[in-house]
């Protein structure tokens, strides 16, 4: 049996709210990750909201984490951890000169999130677990470390002055995205580092295991998937997914989460008949 690398992206292709999964497909999921082929995990999200679906999944594959800036593997502890970040003294400045056009924000280190202040409202973005350690103020008094970025949600219609900020001032140093939301949250900035990404974590996963391109299956939905999808031999975008998304799939698929997309093409590909080992 051929082997491959498959890497899926959660929000908006695997699952269509923040934590609802259908038994069927996590137990298809589970078995499938037994017949040789190598499933990872390729998140925005931070370890602590996505480590659910990994145990669910019964995984011993690295993780993917916010969008490849941190990549480990917490069942093999030879495995060379991926770890960057943005300096704290950019994030202070942005969030410094920004206020204005600031609704909130945080940024993380690790699991450890630094908010600037509560609200009811944003809580889905901050993905807290039990253990989570949140400190609330002013990002230039509580970060002491550098973080993993940071995610700074604008006002209604303020998304495009932040990012005017960040791409003048920093001049490529520091990337942002602005999330394709609507409503009052249409101006969530997400800002990154430009060493890393869905692809190049990827990369680094593959030649952990050995696996060539014409070996690697990507497949997700969003505009942060981008690099993931070409990098991968198979690139496959779900239905609904980001126009720019689907301009460099290899495939969009009929389905979306809420159809069980990513069981629907993996029994298509892979035929029960060769899912032996």
Same mark, same amino acid.
């Given at each position: ?6 890497? =899926? ?5 695997l699952l269509y709210d923040f934590d +609802? ?14 017949? @040789? ?27 993917i984490n916010y969008n490849g800036l ?5 069942? /093999? ?8 970040? $943005? ?8 969030? &410094?000169?920004? &206020? ?12 450890? %999130? ?18 989570? *350690? *949140? ?18 949600? @604008? ?7 932040? #990012?005017?900020? %960040?791409? +003048?001032?920093?001049?490529?140093? *520091? ?10 949250? /249409?101006?969530?900035?997400? $800002?990154?580092?430009? #060493? ?8 680094? *996963? ?13 497949? @997700? /939905?969003?505009?942060? /998937? =981008? ?7 198979? @690139?496959?975008? $779900? &239905? ?38």
């Amino acid at each position: 049996m051929e082997r491959y690398l498959i890497a =899926i992206d959660l929000d908006g292709t695997l699952l269509y709210d923040f934590d +609802t999964i259908d038994e069927s497909l996590a137990g298809f999921l589970r078995d499938f990750g037994k017949t @040789g082929h190598k499933l990872v995990i390729a998140t925005g999200r931070p370890y602590r909201s996505s480590r659910f679906i990994y145990d669910r999944f019964e995984l011993d594959t690295p993780i993917i984490n916010y969008n490849g800036l941190l990549v480990t593997n917490p069942k /093999d502890p030879n495995f060379p951890e991926i770890n960057f970040t $943005v300096p704290k003294e950019v994030i202070i400045d942005i969030f &410094q000169h920004c &206020q204005e056009h600031l609704r909130n924000g945080f940024s993380e280190v690790g699991d450890h %999130i630094h908010l600037l202040r509560e609200e009811h409202a944003i809580e889905p973005l901050l993905h807290r677990a039990e253990d989570t *350690v *949140v400190t609330v103020g002013n990002l230039a008094e509580t970060l002491k470390e550098d973080p993993h970025g940071c995610i700074l949600i @604008g006002w209604q219609g303020h998304g495009k002055a932040i #990012e005017e900020y %960040i791409t +003048t001032k920093y001049q490529g140093q *520091v990337l942002c995205r602005i999330w394709n939301l609507s409503g009052e949250f /249409d101006s969530i900035v997400e $800002v990154f580092t430009p #060493e890393s990404n869905k692809g190049m974590a990827l990369e680094h *996963v593959a030649k952990y295991y050995g696996f060539e391109r014409d070996h690697i299956i990507a497949i @997700g /939905d969003g505009h942060n /998937d =981008i690099e993931m999808i070409t990098y991968a031999g198979e @690139g496959i975008a $779900v &239905q609904n997914a980001h126009p720019e998304l689907i301009e460099v799939a290899s495939r969009t698929l009929p389905w979306g989460p809420r159809d069980k997309a990513i069981q629907k093409y993996l029994e298509e590909r892979f035929p029960q008949n060769e899912h032996a080992e």
